[in-house]
């Protein structure tokens, strides 16, 4: 928010602070200054030469100064034409010392040339042979200094200025037209310099959006009083009441709307220092009635809007003007001031009568309604809205109003009779209009005021300070605060300007802020923290998933996080849900539904690298979102990893690198398990996950308990993406079943005697799984078996068709003494007999 100096000074004094004093207060209150921006006041000294101070909170600084000598208010008597060029004029001017001959092309006064002596003279900014100013048709702000020169044969040294050659805007097109109350030879800076602070307003300030806002920031410091506006009225004619209804149908959605009428308006410009403040906050002067409205929501903090009375009474005909708050009907239509059509639905809320909608409410008003050249009849609105509804409606029409800006930020409802009241006060005296008596008030739902009770002990522990009930009392009453000081409390009354202060130990919180914020922060004591240190908990299921992920890196594989929304279309090349948990008000289109698969969104992420190198090994650790009826969804925590491309990379001496295989997945697997320490791990074929591919596809289980699934992509859902021709593998695990399986931490000593190490061969029929020999082969040897290893298949004629050959490493121990050649040779007999009996094992010679 833009604020500019004089406007500030109007409720304020501040004339014994620098404009860098003003800005660090503000800043130390919570309303950080972004820049200070100066047009026409002095700049100082560091500013001026480009330099930084070294005093803390310094801050961006730009502009120019008027010199007071040769940049001054002037009046031009006559328009007289250039006698060698038709589009050039000269200006009898007089600048309060002695008369000038001007030379100027402006063309908002061409119209005068030739018509001899003006009536009325016409007061502008007039810069001497020196002075310093922009370049009013240079790209950008360009410095220049007035130099005599002749143009086509007349002398030129001066000129009458425009907004940008005094960097107040950067229009240049005509001179500025000063009011006719400016007096002549006063220096202009000190008629209207000024600089403007570009004040940050943060969502917890949204009060102080608005310059007696930020005047009452400042009024909290000692020995300044807060002047605030008053308006007078000078009422006739005809109450509003009688003329004007108004219904509201959803109290929670606009809890209070006010309607005042003032006849007889005269449109035209707006007096210059109106329009110049306006430029300086950065709003567009339009004619005096719209300009009164956005110099009171400036002013005051409520944004009003202006009806054009007369076609509000042409729609009602015969009957009384009925305006009607009320949600939009699904497919409604509105036409807003921007000229774009707009298609509303319910969560819209429009100011309506009873032959439609007339405006956005809170947003942007209607185009039929607009106040146009021809308006004589004005009826002022004034109101309150639900801000989370105003916020949602801006954003679904990307209507970022000044309007929307404050009313998505909260404004208070009992700043809207205030704000009628100013709007209808300033109309009035730009517009010559006459108010009529009374305004029309409906106030279905005042909001509860919030009461705040404090003691010395909280100041104390809050803020570290020692301060007495009445002291607080007097901090929080410079902030308008209500106070009462009972025996051993302080009693705090939320202003009515505020809808921030809660309640309870949040609303002693927002209490306690405030007194901090007008104590001042910058004269709080650093201090050591008084209270006990709370009991540090651990949170095991963070932690659990924190060793999982190192587990995981360690394995070479990287680590993605994705975005939790995504859409059914999206998702449905993995897997189809009937029902998702939808999200409100989406960012996108593309992300209007939470997530029921995190392998999609993995797969999108996959999808997206995969031409940029040659192998990927990704994981993903993150919670799915199931929707649960009148309830909020359940949140199961799921593993994906995924893994494609070579196992190695291509280089001179690896011309043919192996394809990364359902092998390699499974070996991370069986280590990423053992690392967790969880056993009785086994595997077994599924063709229960229609993503895997059938016969490529296991199902894992540890500890008796079904936690995952992996294997090679289907080639119907590899058809979906783009992955290329490698491989595709997928890991799916449920970490909530993995994390409630207890870790094993088995504990065995180093053998003292020595091992014997045997190999043996199998041949079996080819349904007969590795896994089961090798259970059996552990079963029978007992505890004098301490390794088994698979380290060879064959398939070949020598085995026979439908026999496969399995050769498995073995490893003899005994913990007690060492085993002789004799006793290994018992067991492995033993072991023979017992796989050829249960699976018809033969060994191979």
């Known amino acids: 928010m833009k604020v500019p100096i004089s406007w500030l000074k109007d409720f304020i004094d501040l004339d014994d602070l620098s404009i860098e004093d003003i800005a660090r207060k503000l800043t130390l209150a919570g309303l950080e200054v972004d820049e200070i921006l100066y047009v026409g006041l002095s700049m100082p000294d560091h500013a001026a030469r480009g330099l930084h101070s070294s005093e803390k909170h310094e801050f961006k600084t730009g502009g120019i100064a008027w010199d007071r000598e040769k940049i001054v208010v002037a009046e031009i008597r006559e328009v007289k034409p250039h006698p ?33 002596k003006l009536p009325k003279p016409i007061k502008v900014a007039y810069a001497k042979e020196g002075a310093t100013i922009y370049d ?59 600089a403007v602070l570009d004040i940050s307003i943060l969502p917890n300030m ?32 005809q109450s509003v009441r009688e003329l004007v209804e108004i219904e509201i149908t959803d109290p929670k959605l606009n809890p209070r709307f006010v309607a005042g009428l003032i006849r007889d308006v005269e449109i035209k410009p707006s007096p210059y220092q109106i329009q110049r403040r306006l430029k300086l906050a950065g709003i567009r ?15 005051y903090g409520e944004p009003l809007h202006a009806f054009d009375y007369d076609v509000l009474k042409k729609r009602a005909g015969k009957k009384k003007i009925k305006i009607i708050t009320r949600a939009a009907k699904d497919g409604e239509k509105l036409k807003t001031l921007d000229g774009h059509e707009r ?15 007339l405006g956005l409410a809170g947003v942007m008003g209607g185009e039929e309604s607009e106040v146009g ?34 009313f998505s930020r909260g404004v208070h409802p009992a700043m809207a009779e205030g704000g009628v009241h100013l709007g209808l006060k300033y109309m009035a005296e730009w517009s010559g209009g006459a108010v009529a008596p009374d305004l029309v008030d ?43 000081v009972k025996v051993e409390t302080l009693r705090v009354t939320a202003p009515d300007h505020r809808m921030d202060i809660g309640e309870g130990i949040v609303g002693m919180a927002d209490v306690l802020e405030e007194v901090a914020r007008s104590y001042g922060y910058d004269n709080i004591p650093t201090t050591n923290m008084a209270d006990a240190l709370p009991p540090q908990v651990g949170n095991p299921v963070h932690e659990w998933e924190e060793t999982l992920r190192d587990q995981l890196v360690a394995l070479g594989l990287q680590e993605v996080v994705t975005y939790r929304m995504t859409t059914p279309e999206k998702e449905s090349r993995i897997v189809k849900y009937d029902e998702y948990v939808r ?53 199961p925590r799921r593993l994906v990893i995924v893994m494609t491309g070579f196992r190695e990379a291509t280089a001179w001496d690896v011309k043919e690198p192996a394809k990364l295989d359902f092998f390699d997945m499974k070996g991370r697997i069986e280590l990423m398990l053992g690392g967790l320490r969880l056993t009785k791990v086994s595997y077994a074929a599924t063709e229960s996950h229609a993503y895997l591919h059938p016969g490529k596809a296991a199902e894992v289980k540890a500890g008796g308990k079904a936690i995952g699934a992996f294997g090679e992509l289907h080639p119907l859902v590899r058809e979906q993406y783009e992955l290329g021709d490698l491989p595709v593998l997928v890991a799916d695990f449920d970490l909530d079943v993995m994390r409630s399986i207890p870790p094993a931490y088995e504990i065995k000593p180093i053998p003292e005697t020595p091992p014997i190490y045997e190999d043996i061969a199998l041949i079996v029929d080819e349904s007969v799984k590795a896994e089961t020999i090798e259970s059996l082969i552990r079963q029978t040897g007992g505890r004098s078996v301490t390794g088994v290893r698979l380290f060879d298949l064959y398939r070949g004629d020598q085995v026979g068709a439908g026999k496969k050959s399995l050769a498995y490493a073995l490893t003899y121990q005994a913990e007690d003494k060492t085993m002789t050649d004799a006793e290994a040779a018992a067991i492995r007999n033993k072991i023979v007999k017992r796989l050829e009996k249960e699976v018809g094992a033969k060994l191979r010679n």
């Open 206 to 237: 949204g009060r102080n959006a608005n310059v007696v806002g930020v005047a009452r920031e400042l009024a909290a410091m000692p020995g300044r009083e807060l002047r605030k506006p008053e308006p007078k009225l000078n009422v006739s004619g």
């Open 583 to 635: 999200i409100a008000n989406p960012i996108t289109p593309e992300k209007n539904v939470l997530r029921r698969s995190l392998i999609a969104s993995v797969f999108d992420s996959l999808e997206k690298n995969i031409r940029y190198n040659e192998a990927f090994s990704f994981f993903e650790i993150g919670p799915i979102f199931e929707p649960v009826k009148n309830d909020l969804p359940r949140e």
């Open 136 to 194: 009013g048709h240079a790209e950008g702000l360009v410095l220049m200094t007035l130099k005599r020169a002749k143009i086509r044969g007349v002398d030129s040294y001066s000129m009458v200025c425009s907004e940008k050659e005094l960097g107040i805007t950067g229009e240049h097109e005509g001179i500025i037209l000063l009011d006719d109350d400016a007096p002549v030879g006063m220096p202009l800076a000190d008629y209207m310099g000024d």
């Open 373 to 406: 050249d021809k308006t004589r009849n004005i009826l002022l609105e004034g109101a309150a809205w639900n801000y989370i509804n105003i916020r949602r409606t801006a954003k679904q029409h990307n209507l970022p109003s000044e309007a929307s800006f404050r």
């Open 285 to 299: 002067p339009i004619n005096n009635v719209v300009d009164a409205t956005n110099y009171a929501m400036l002013e």
């Open 343 to 357: 298609t509303l639905n319910p969560v819209n809320v429009l100011v309506a009568d009873e032959k439609g909608s």
């Open 442 to 484: 409906v106030y279905p739902l005042p909001p509860k005021d919030a009461v705040v009770d404090i003691t010395v002990r909280d100041i104390h522990r809050w803020l570290g300070i020692d301060l007495t009930l009445e002291r607080a009392a007097e901090l929080l009453s410079r902030l308008e605060f209500k106070c009462e």
């Open 84 to 116: 060698n060029a038709d589009k050039l004029t000269l200006l009898d001017l007089f600048d309060g010392q002695q008369e000038q001959v001007v030379l100027t092309g402006a063309p908002n006064i061409f119209h005068l040339k030739g018509t001899g």
